[in-house]
């Protein structure tokens, strides 16, 4: 079982950034691939970026071009760097280890 924990959410004005971080532990393989999901109020879970052990990303289109997926399999950490950060990006984000596990979520909030 892996277990996956977030930091780095917050209050944030419209084109401001913030960097989101997970970290993992317990059961981890460096073929997972890991991501970020958010979910807004009165919405489904939605993908937001993953990311591949050898660096494959997928990003919404959404967050093309403002939003930056990473990891660290060294250190069973991954990364989203958001840029530019829109009022539609409030949402509380999700890291995930695919087919795995979630983190408990933490919450990004951007006012206009």
């Known amino acids: 079982q892996v277990q996956l924990v977030e930091s780095g959410g917050g209050l944030v004005q419209a084109g401001g950034s913030l960097r989101l971080s997970c970290t993992a532990s317990?059961?981890?393989?460096?073929?997972?691939?890991m991501g970020w999901y958010r979910q807004a109020p009165g919405k489904q879970r939605e993908l937001v970026a993953d990311i591949s052990q050898g660096g494959t990303t997928t990003y919404a289109n959404s967050v093309k071009g403002r939003f930056t997926i990473s990891r660290d399999n060294a250190k069973k950490a991954v990364y989203l760097q958001m840029t530019n950060l829109k009022p539609e990006d409030t949402a509380v984000y999700y890291c995930?280890?695919?087919?795995?596990?979630w983190g408990q979520g933490t919450q990004v909030t951007v006012s206009p």
């Open positions: 317990g059961t981890f393989f460096p073929f997972d691939v």
């Open positions: 995930n280890v695919r087919g795995r596990g």
